[in-house]
């Protein structure tokens, strides 16, 4: 998807080895969100940032951390990978405010073995 | 939690036929979005309807809400077999625009 890449987008690990999935856009949109999709779930928020260094739980962030040290890059780890984590992560970007809607990357497809 | 909830889960018309998809969700929002994925792919946003709006149109897109019944419904007029995806309808907290909570989605299918 334009402006927005996600790395790597296939990934199998092991159980309890860290595991970290970047975020990059060139659209400079101060809004960054990770999501994870899961069958008949939808997708669901893990962490959001809005702005370097400013960062807020989503609704299943345990077992999940998050960085933003540039603009552009959002990370999100893993940081001991359980079978549960397995799915699909989504990350999006939005310019903020009330009015606007989000753009997606192509998304990670994470499984834990 | 899931916020919206779509129904129905699945959708299945002939080509040329329009396609009613319909959103429930439970708290007071600020705006509500539709997004459609197609398979493997990311979601790409469709249209958003704010709290004060009644009604949006957008191609053959039409969307409705209904802030007293906490539901909205997606009109895709004239379906396309390009159409096919899945139709997921996301809100946002009245007080947190950065929670946006999205449906389990219907899975439409247009056949040719």
């Known amino acids: 998807d334009a402006g927005i890449t996600q790395s790597p987008r296939h990934k199998v690990t092991e159980t309890g080895t860290p595991v970290t999935l970047r975020c990059h856009q060139t659209?400079?949109?101060?809004?960054m969100y990770w999501y994870r999709q899961d069958p008949g779930h939808g997708l669901r928020l893990i962490h959001y940032?809005?702005?370097?260094?400013?960062?807020d739980k989503g609704e299943v962030s345990d077992g999940y951390s998050v960085s933003r040290s540039k603009t552009e890059d959002f990370l999100l780890t893993l940081e001991s990978a359980t079978s549960s984590q397995t799915s699909v992560y989504f990350c999006?970007?939005?310019?903020?405010?009330?009015?606007?809607?989000?753009?997606f990357g192509s998304g990670t497809r994470l499984t834990v073995v | 939690s899931q916020q919206g909830e779509e129904d129905p889960q699945a959708l299945s018309i002939q080509e040329g036929e329009n396609a009613t998809m319909n959103c429930s969700y439970k708290?007071?929002?600020?705006?509500l979005q539709w997004y459609r994925q197609n398979s493997g792919r990311g979601l790409v946003h469709l249209i958003l309807?704010?709290?004060?709006?009644r009604e949006k149109h957008s191609g053959r897109l039409r969307v409705t809400l209904d802030t007293s019944k906490k539901s909205s419904s997606l009109l895709i007029t004239a379906s396309r077999a390009a159409d096919t995806a899945s139709y997921f309808c996301?809100?946002?907290?009245?007080?947190?625009?950065?929670?946006?909570?999205f449906g389990a989605g219907t899975r439409l299918t247009v056949k040719p």
């Open positions: 999006a970007i939005s310019e903020g405010g009330f009015q606007g809607g989000y753009t």
């Open positions: 659209e400079n949109h101060r809004y």
């Open positions: 940032s809005y702005g370097v260094k400013d960062t």
């Open positions: 708290t007071s929002i600020n705006n």
């Open positions: 309807i704010r709290s004060n709006e």
């Open positions: 996301a809100t946002t907290h009245v007080y947190n625009n950065n929670d946006m909570r």
